[in-house]
């Protein structure tokens, strides 16, 4: 049998059993399970603090034929600083897919 693997848990010190690993194929996995454009997006911001590992942004968008469809739930506005930095992230990564 493999030995588990295992990672930080802030509750406690014994850490936790790493149960699925996503991989860089996360994007496939969602497009599978929802009907969804995905799009996969790494970075790093100092001024931020955002830094190392695990900062992907991934953003899933229903299709131009799906805009119509209402039932979607349709985003809140921005509350907090990092939410409007985050919303002109994604404004910014959308306009280079163009």
């Known amino acids: 049998m493999k030995e588990p693997e295992i990672h930080g848990n802030p509750v406690s010190n014994e850490g936790s059993i790493v149960t699925?690993?996503?991989g860089y194929d996360l994007h496939l996995?969602?497009?599978?399970?929802?009907?969804?454009?995905?799009?996969?997006?790494?970075?790093?911001?100092?001024?931020?603090?955002?830094?190392?590992?695990?900062?992907?942004?991934?953003?899933?968008?229903?299709?131009?034929?799906?805009?119509?469809?209402r039932t979607a739930i349709q985003p809140t506005r921005p509350e907090t600083r990092f939410d409007r930095?985050?919303?002109?992230?994604?404004?910014?990564?959308?306009s280079l897919d163009r």
Do not use: M, N, Q
């Open 20 to 22: 699925v690993d996503y």
């Open 29 to 69: 996995a969602i497009a599978e399970w929802a009907p969804f454009d995905v799009r996969v997006y790494r970075f790093a911001d100092r001024t931020h603090g955002i830094l190392g590992e695990y900062t992907d942004l991934i953003v899933c968008t229903k299709p131009a034929s799906a805009k119509a469809d």
């Open 85 to 94: 930095w985050l919303a002109r992230f994604a404004k910014r990564a959308r």
